[in-house]
């Protein structure tokens, strides 16, 4: 198979949608030889922050040598974003030997599954990083964790980020049983870095790190940071401070995210070793597209943020209350229809001088025309529908002057089309 065919060929697979479990990744697994044994492996869950410190950590152990691989999800543009080492992405040569080899193996192991498609991308991602040797190896779960397709590893150190409301058909309608499904990639005897600022979902991750004997590092008790007038400060695990470290993600949702990749990275010294000199580039050179991702294109300043949950989308309100106040906002914004955040989204509305109201090319995507329908009369008189996501974008860049702020928000896959349409064939 070439590119195109190994893309078509991994999108067959979505028929097979969501299907949490691990029984077909071990199945599948043991018939390829188990490649995800050989990675030394960094496991990371949570509702919002996960690829902010995925980013930051492939960085820093980037900055100081190590082959650092990252499996992330979901992708903006290309399916592969998901798949990097340090900065530099799969070849859609070596994608498609990749998926051609897999599709072959997979066919001829006795009585094995049909894998979904992010079974089959989870597949490839321990085969290539395996392949490539990386020194280290970055993994983000899917959705949850204790079923997640990512969940067969034996890490070195686990990290739970913050813990909201998101996917409940899946992992349930309260925090409590949110975070028990994000608490399943604990391993006994395996550290844990975690956010833990909820109570309720901290008081579960805490009894599962005591049920398997996991050591928990927990943000604001083992570990804290700050931002200070010049940089972030950080106190580490073992007392060690660092002064005035450059922090490039905008938000203050990403002083947690830094002190939780800087954390973990204390944890795996002993193997991975990254010095001060090194910590310092690498926080320097943390790059994330579209989460709060500024932009100049066609003559205006633009921001893109891929907030799709109640969480994500106070940390955009709250990043823009800090760093716009006083500008015109104009939005465009559309989310998945799988998703309720009203309380959230009225908060961002209000931020917002104008808005306009489109959908992302999926099958998940929100009508517009109902989402409008369903606000309040006040919120309903400053938005407009419009589509395709490429007429959203020129209506939206017509109404934006000089000094405004175009924001673009409400699901990756929005951001994603609307980041292609003001870079076409950029690499993300």
Same mark, same amino acid.
């Not at 999108?11 to 490649?35: C, W």
């Not at 409400?410 to 980041?419: D, I, N």
């Given at each position: 198979?070439?590119?195109?065919?190994?893309?078509?060929?991994?999108?067959?697979?979505?028929?097979?949608?969501?299907?949490? %479990?691990?029984?077909?990744?071990?199945?599948?697994?043991?018939?390829l030889?188990?490649?995800?044994?050989?990675?030394?492996?960094?496991?990371?869950?949570?509702?919002n922050?996960?690829? $902010?410190?995925?980013?930051?950590? =492939?960085?820093?152990?980037g900055?100081a040598?190590?082959?650092?691989?990252?499996?992330?999800?979901p992708?903006?543009?290309?399916?592969?974003?998901?798949? @990097?080492?340090?900065?530099?992405?799969?070849?859609?040569?070596?994608?498609?030997?990749?998926?051609?080899?897999?599709?072959?193996?997979?066919?001829?192991?006795?009585?094995?599954?049909?894998?979904?498609?992010?079974?089959?991308?989870?597949?490839?991602?321990?085969?290539?990083?395996?392949?490539?040797?990386?020194?280290?190896?970055?993994?983000?779960?899917?959705? %949850?964790?204790?079923?997640?397709?990512?969940?067969?590893?034996?890490?070195?150190?686990?990290?739970?980020?913050?813990?909201?409301?998101?996917?409940?058909?899946?992992?349930?309608?309260?925090?409590?049983?949110?975070?028990?499904?994000?608490?399943?990639?604990?391993?006994?005897?395996?550290?844990?870095?975690?956010?833990?600022?909820? %109570?309720? $979902?901290?008081?579960?991750?805490?009894?599962?790190?005591?049920?398997?004997?996991?050591?928990?590092?927990?943000?604001?008790?083992?570990?804290?940071?700050?931002? =200070?007038?010049?940089?972030?400060y950080?106190?580490?695990?073992?007392?060690?401070?660092?002064?005035?470290?450059?922090?490039?993600?905008?938000?203050?949702?990403?002083?947690?995210?830094?002190?939780?990749?800087?954390?973990?990275?204390?944890?795996?010294?002993?193997?991975?070793?990254?010095?001060?000199? @090194?910590?310092?580039?690498?926080?320097?050179?943390?790059?994330?597209?579209?989460?709060?991702?500024?932009?100049?294109?066609?003559?205006? =300043?633009?921001?893109?943020?891929?907030?799709?949950?109640?969480?994500?989308?106070?940390?955009?309100?709250?990043?823009?209350?800090?760093?716009? @106040?006083g500008?015109?906002?104009?939005?465009?914004?559309?989310?998945?229809?799988?998703?309720?955040?009203?309380?959230?989204?009225?908060?961002?509305?209000?931020?917002?001088?104008?808005?306009?109201?489109?959908?992302a090319?999926?099958?998940?995507?929100?009508?517009?025309?109902?989402?409008?329908?369903?606000?309040?009369?006040?919120?309903?008189?400053?938005?407009?529908?419009?589509?395709?996501?490429?007429?959203?974008?020129?209506?939206?860049?017509?109404?934006?002057?000089?000094?405004?702020?175009?924001?673009?928000?409400?699901?990756?896959?929005?951001?994603?089309?609307?980041?292609?349409?003001?870079?076409?064939?950029?690499?993300?």
């Amino acid at each position: 198979m070439d590119y195109s065919e190994s893309c078509a060929y991994l999108d067959s697979l979505q028929m097979f949608r969501i299907k949490l %479990g691990l029984e077909t990744m071990r199945l599948l697994l043991a018939g390829l030889g188990h490649p995800e044994r050989g990675l030394a492996c960094i496991h990371i869950a949570g509702t919002n922050g996960k690829g $902010s410190v995925g980013s930051t950590l =492939r960085s820093l152990f980037g900055a100081a040598g190590w082959r650092a691989g990252l499996y992330s999800s979901p992708h903006l543009v290309s399916v592969r974003e998901r798949f @990097a080492i340090g900065e530099e992405l799969i070849s859609e040569a070596e994608f498609a030997a990749l998926m051609t080899a897999l599709r072959r193996e997979i066919a001829a192991i006795p009585a094995g599954p049909e894998p979904t498609w992010f079974e089959c991308a989870t597949l490839a991602a321990f085969r290539w990083l395996a392949e490539k040797q990386v020194d280290v190896a970055i993994l983000e779960t899917g959705l %949850g964790g204790r079923l997640d397709a990512t969940n067969v590893v034996q890490p070195l150190v686990s990290i739970i980020t913050d813990i909201s409301r998101d996917h409940e058909a899946y992992l349930g309608a309260d925090l409590k049983s949110i975070a028990a499904e994000k608490a399943g990639i604990i391993k006994p005897g395996v550290p844990v870095v975690c956010s833990g600022r909820n %109570g309720d $979902s901290r008081a579960v991750i805490e009894a599962c790190c005591t049920r398997n004997a996991s050591p928990l590092y927990l943000f604001g008790r083992d570990f804290s940071a700050a931002m =200070r007038p010049h940089g972030l400060y950080y106190r580490g695990i073992h007392g060690r401070e660092f002064r005035d470290l450059p922090l490039v993600l905008p938000g203050e949702h990403q002083v947690l995210n830094a002190a939780l990749a800087l954390a973990a990275l204390e944890l795996v010294a002993g193997r991975l070793p990254v010095d001060e000199a @090194a910590i310092r580039r690498g926080m320097a050179a943390v790059h994330w597209p579209g989460r709060m991702e500024y932009l100049q294109a066609r003559g205006r =300043r633009i921001v893109l943020d891929g907030a799709h949950n109640e969480a994500g989308v106070a940390a955009l309100c709250a990043a823009l209350e800090a760093l716009e @106040a006083g500008r015109r906002i104009v939005l465009i914004w559309g989310n998945m229809a799988d998703k309720n955040m009203a309380a959230a989204r009225s908060r961002l509305f209000a931020l917002a001088g104008s808005i306009i109201l489109t959908r992302a090319e999926t099958l998940r995507s929100a009508r517009p025309g109902e989402l409008q329908q369903g606000l309040a009369p006040a919120e309903r008189a400053r938005t407009r529908v419009v589509e395709p996501v490429a007429a959203a974008l020129n209506a939206a860049l017509a109404d934006t002057g000089p000094e405004d702020l175009l924001c673009v928000a409400g699901s990756l896959y929005l951001v994603g089309q609307v980041r292609s349409l003001l870079k076409p064939g950029a690499a993300v």
